[in-house]
Nanobody
Framework: QVRLVESGGGSVQAGGSLRLSCSVF????????MAWFRQAPGKEREGVAV????????YYADSVKGRFTISQDNAETTLYLQMNSLKPEDTAMYYC??????????????????WGQGTQVTVSS
């Protein structure tokens, strides 16, 4: 059974930093991609960052480029999202997701098969 478990959310003032973690359990396929998505109240879920295992290739939404960094540990069992220079508009529920290596679009929410439960990030001005 595949499980994704997030942690690390919280409340921070604008300009601050947070690091999210996502532990992966039960997934044994060698090649896949993992991503962070977020969803604010009343808005659609949007992609934040993607990483492809093995190559470490990454892709970011324009809104977070230069501020957020996605990474994995060497064992590729834990996904991270380092968030710096946080803004109030970054406030959302953040989800990690796992999907196949290949797909039509890096952040197509429908191409991800497994999701975590979400962790709340709140940035105050």
């Amino acid at each position: 059974q595949v499980r994704l478990v997030e942690s690390g959310g919280g409340s921070v003032q604008a300009g601050g930093s947070l690091r999210l973690s996502c532990s992966v359990f039960g997934y044994t396929h060698p090649s896949y991609r993992m991503a962070w998505f977020r969803q604010a109240p009343g808005k659609e879920r949007e992609g934040v960052a993607v990483i492809w295992t093995g190559t470490g290739t990454t892709y970011y939404a324009d809104s977070v480029k230069g501020r957020f960094t996605i990474s994995q540990d060497n064992a590729e069992t834990t996904l991270y999202l380092q968030m710096n220079s946080l803004k109030p508009e970054d406030t959302a529920m953040y989800y990690c997701a796992l999907g196949p290596w290949a797909g039509s679009r890096a952040m197509n929410v429908h191409e991800y098969n497994y999701w975590g439960q979400g962790t709340q990030v709140t940035v105050s001005s």
